[in-house]
């Protein structure tokens, strides 16, 4: 197969397209959303710029990118057909990681000055897995509303990922990620199950 100078193999996309990725959360987290440009990302993962502005287009869509990655690895670490636990914990598991809490720490500081961010944000992240708790919970229970996935949501959350969020306590291991989403359902009187 022959590829054009410059060209991305459709194969080697997905690989390029995290790389980058990787570059922006790092550039996010060390310098600020503001401080991070294009060209710094270009550079940190050794793509042109107009290859990340193909991707992502903006600096906006590079943040967005960031969020959906971090649920997609909760789409994609459960079927659809996951017990309730294990959706429940993949989701603490993500969310409590060092990099889903860097990012949302940035989005708080700059939503003042970048409500479209902050828009995106939720869009792509809490609103996201409130829908993923809906249909989970609705496989269970047929009068399962949104009020009770984000209710759900924010129990997972709660004060332990404030703590995350205010820098107080390191990332949980999967383990503890485990045992909290076990004990907030059973607390709400469901089974823990996982596959």
Known sequence: MTISRGRIADADRPERRNRILDAAVGLFLSVGFVSTSIDAVARTSSASKSTVYAYFGDKEGLFTAAIERLHDRIDDSVDEDAPLGSVAASLVETLFSDEAVGLHRLVIGESQRF????????????????????????????????????????????????????????????????????????????AFEVE
């Open 115 to 190: 409500p479209e961010l902050a828009r995106r944000f939720y869009q792509s992240g809490p609103s996201r897995s409130t829908r993923l708790l809906l249909s989970t919970l609705e496989r269970h229970d047929e009068h399962a509303d949104s009020a009770d996935a984000e209710a759900l949501y924010s129990l997972l959350l709660g004060e332990p990922h404030r703590r995350r969020l205010l820098g107080l306590e390191p990332a949980p291991d999967a383990r503890e990620c485990s045992r909290h989403a076990r004990d907030v359902l059973e607390k709400l009187g469901h």
